[in-house]
């Protein structure tokens, strides 16, 4: 269904609302859409979308003058910035735990943002960020569909060891319905699987983090989709029971959580019950050696609808254990009994959204957003574009950068930001020219092509430590493998 | 002026006969344009192009049957054909090099086509392909439409030093005639250069490869343009008078040829006087010493324009001097005057073509193709995917490919041609999915960006050895530069 489709069956009532609201977020009207995007695929449904939208709606959507940001003088920039540290110093934060993990609802800690916060909404951002940087999009792959890199070695091989976590289980997921956007296939005859798709992980705090953040945390990252809203516009957007009562949730977002199949090697068992019954491992695990534990479940997109429906399952399940979803850019989930029964189980729910990103307005008015909102602004941060970039707007990177640069809702770009912005195009091109940073520039060198020793271009063969087994993944030899990549270089993502 | 209104132009007459060669190379009539290209801004204006082309000329082009081509077994391809090397071994020409460089205009050595010529057209042809290999495109870099690379190590770098030349000088040009899709420029304000794009290069062969070869060989590798069509379009097809009589040249490639300015850092002396003044130095630094001289001048596209206006110049001032041109999907130059006093100077020209590249028609029949002629079939390789791609057809790599296989105008693709296939697909979109090569693969890592000693994505500064200097090019420190090439991995072309 086309999402212009979609909005219109949701209008009758509530269209002048809407419209209202999306003008808005996209600033003034009755001014010329503007595309930054090189066309690809992707960019070209997005901008046909764009044109749906703005035409149902009757709206032209316009680039707001550069006011209250912080003015950069490009000319002093550079040398200085570029020689600054990325993170600040790690506070200690094991005494006010409760409050980061929204014991009360995060209040008085949003508007200015806690520092301490901050740090933390990026700790998880950059988890639900790992499961798009690691994933294999190369449909000429027989992996196509999988993490590159095995659960030991991705936090080493992506930079995000210093966060002080170790990942312990990869969830695979399949869906029943009929989405074909969502998964990524392999071209090839011979793949590692057909129905499913390397959907994120499982990971522990170390005991080093675990002092610092006063509990065992036990972190579940959700991925999301590359082109979302393809993905969306193929959803059915149908209410389906979940849980007790009168809760219904999004029919796919249910489909992909907790589908399962006997004839498939990765989904014999549902991304539902892999992840309940690994957090119930590790609950178990740390609370038998008296330690506090948490959990808190991150994801981007349709990731953070994952991790919502993930955290009603585990509050539902698992007794006393503190739950908490920080989420971006994520679509709504399922309806106002679903949202009181999320509060009744004490789940705790933080969203990261922008003004300008449409993913959560959808799938419109009858879904209802749950939880505490930190709502950003694209046009606050001097570093990025102004033109209407659906893809930037949405993408996670551009999140964190924000999060990054958020002081309060009437300050400007915070001044020490340290996160790289050179980040934030890394899939989409949000950044001002000014910056001299390439779009889209996260690639492998020769799309991972190397040149043999007969002088033929090939692809190499995936390292047998970091192909999926559905067998193997627990029996892995990590000595060896430690040992292996203490003579690598494996700081460099790709 | 739009490639349609350009051929309708000349049509008055001749419809009939373009319409029947027309619907001769693209096969038989009355089925469906396929576009297998990602949609890239060059390939949109290649697809409207190829809209209006096939519109005005009311042809369907189809793709033709698979037939006349030798068949592949997948099944059993792979693990042998990699550890093939991909080439063959060097046979002495020394006796014959007149021959090969067409004293006889290549007769009786086209078709079957002489081993040792096309190994001969190949080495040509990786000469001018570097010229694209070795380009700076990125518009983010203040060195845009430089070489990347000095030209002491330009074949080291790019793996051609096999060859056995050596590069003298590097060439630079400007045109004075407007024509924005041309030149390649940076985004930034300080820049190299603003009129200048690196042109191609004089190299020599060296002491071994002249023993091979029987003659110390100059040559000249001219650059075409990464995305013909457009910058074919944008030309003002208007001949202008060149020599002496009533020989005519197409406007736009003599200005490029000849233009010059004293406010420029690079263009102070014409690319038509920077390289006439270094191939008579070369002839007469050889001739000194007693050896026979020979000029092979090779280029791809509008490169292939400028090998023949500057092989008329040189066979205009350089006496006695064997020139041959040995051109790869080059446009007509100049008119029947042109052709004449080219022939009665001497120059011998090899024109590779295929048939499905509609580059070698333009700019229209008032225009005149010189020389002998080696006609390819992109259908002929079972390589190839069989869809319309007009940038694939036109890519020097899929020239290279066609010669590599080309036997005979009778026979299947050659069944021992050894030349690496997934070079085609460097930059486009013309392997069959069987063998599992990436389109357009041909990338820097992340762009060029490295993540420095603070954790942020950079762009490291180009070595000092690299950077285009006017008054550095002639004085590198040759010695210290060799030294470092060797600790280094320089084999990599990437």
Redesign the interface.
């Known amino acids: 269904m086309a999402l212009s489709t979609m909005i219109y069956n949701h209008l009758p009532t509530s269209q002048p609302i809407i419209m209202n609201k999306l003008s808005k977020i996209h600033g003034l009207a009755h001014q010329q859409v503007v595309l930054d995007q ?4 992707t960019s ?1 449904r997005v901008s046909s979308l764009t044109e749906s939208l703005s035409h149902l709606l009757h709206l032209h959507l316009e680039t707001p003058p550069r006011t209250n940001t912080r003015q950069i003088n490009w000319n002093s920039y550079g040398e200085e910035k ?6 600040s110093p790690k506070e200690v934060i094991a005494q006010n735990w409760r409050d980061m993990h929204a014991s009360s609802n995060w209040d008085n800690l949003l508007d200015p943002l806690h520092p301490w916060l901050r740090r933390e909404i990026i700790k998880y951002g950059e988890f639900a960020q790992a499961t798009y940087d690691a994933f294999d999009f ?1 449909s ?1 792959s027989e992996y196509c569909g999988s993490c590159r890199y095995n659960r030991h070695k991705l936090f080493e091989t992506l ?1 995000l060891s210093r966060n002080g976590y170790k990942v312990c289980k990869y969830i695979y997921a399949m869906s029943h319905v009929n989405m074909p956007q969502w998964l990524e296939r392999s ?2 005859v011979d793949t590692w699987s057909k129905d499913s798709n390397w959907m994120g992980y499982v990971a522990v705090s170390d005991d080093e983090e675990t002092r610092r953040i006063g509990r065992r945390d036990i972190v579940v990252a959700w991925r999301g989709t590359v082109a979302p809203t393809e993905w969306y516009e193929d959803l059915q957007w149908k209410l389906e029971p979940y849980g007790h009562g009168d809760a219904k949730v999004e029919h796919g977002f249910h489909s992909i959580y907790t589908s399962k199949n006997d004839t498939t090697r990765y989904n014999k068992s549902s991304a539902s019950e892999q992840v309940i019954k690994e957090v119930t491992r590790l609950v178990e695990l740390y609370r038998e050696k008296g330690e506090d534990v948490s959990l808190t479940i991150t994801g981007h997109s349709l990731g953070g609808a994952l991790a919502i429906l993930n955290a009603y399952e585990a509050a539902s399940t698992i007794p006393n254990l503190p739950v908490s979803v920080i989420s971006f850019g994520a679509p709504r989930v399922g309806n106002i009994a679903f949202r009181d029964e999320l509060h009744q189980l004490g789940v705790k729910t933080f969203r990261v959204v922008t003004k300008q990103d449409v993913v959560p307005w959808m799938p419109g008015p009858v879904y209802t957003h749950v939880g505490a909102e930190l709502k950003l602004d694209v046009h606050s941060s001097p570093y990025l574009k102004r033109g209407l970039n659906w893809p930037g707007f949405h993408s996670l990177e551009t999140y964190l950068h924000l999060v990054d640069g958020f002081v309060s809702t009437t300050s400007t770009f915070r001044e020490d930001a340290r996160r ?1 912005v ?2 934030v195009n890394k899939a989409c091109d949000m950044l001002v ?1 000014e910056l ?3 779009h889209c ?9 190397v ?2 020793a ?6 190499p063969k995936r390292d047998p430590e970091d192909i999926p087994s559905p067998h193997m993944q627990e029996n892995i030899n990590v000595p060896a493998l430690e040992a292996r990549m203490q003579t690598q270089d494996v ?4």
Chains 1, 2 share one sequence.
Not at 82 to 87: I, R
């Open positions: 090189p066309k690809t695929k070209n570029l020689s600054t540290p990325t993170t190369d000429h930079g071209k090839l790289d050179a980040l020219d001299r940073i390439p520039w996260y690639q492998l060198a020769n799309k991972g092509l040149c043999n007969h002088g033929r271009w090939v692809k700081h460099k993502p790709l």
